[in-house]
């Protein structure tokens, strides 16, 4: 049962796994310039990268955080999120508003996945 962390920094590691599980640091946009829809796609893939790197997909999400800088983007979120997951493979998931680390920011992502086996 060891504890495998990747890309690990002072602060945080991008990826960790334990026990068949993976663990995603939270993940934001490429360029903070951009609208929510553009935001929210470059995070998600973004988080198809990672999971790619640590041996899963987002057919194997087990759940997702998402932090919205405000509710009025939720549609427009959800409007990318909705074409992103894949039919039947929905997580557990949760939404909430919350103050961004930097001003441009419009949304963050944090996943749990399991391992591709």
Sequence with gaps: MS???I???SRMSRIVKHNGTIYLCGQVCKDGEQG???QTSSMLEKVDALLAQAGSDKEH???A???VKDMQYFAEMNAVWDAWVPEGHAPARACVAAKMAREALLVEISVVA???V
């Design 61 to 63: 999400i087990l759940s």
């Design 36 to 38: 929510i829809t553009e």
């Design 65 to 67: 955080t998402i932090y």
């Design 3 to 5: 504890i495998e962390r």
């Design 7 to 9: 890309e690990t920094g």
């Design 114 to 116: 399991a391992e591709k």
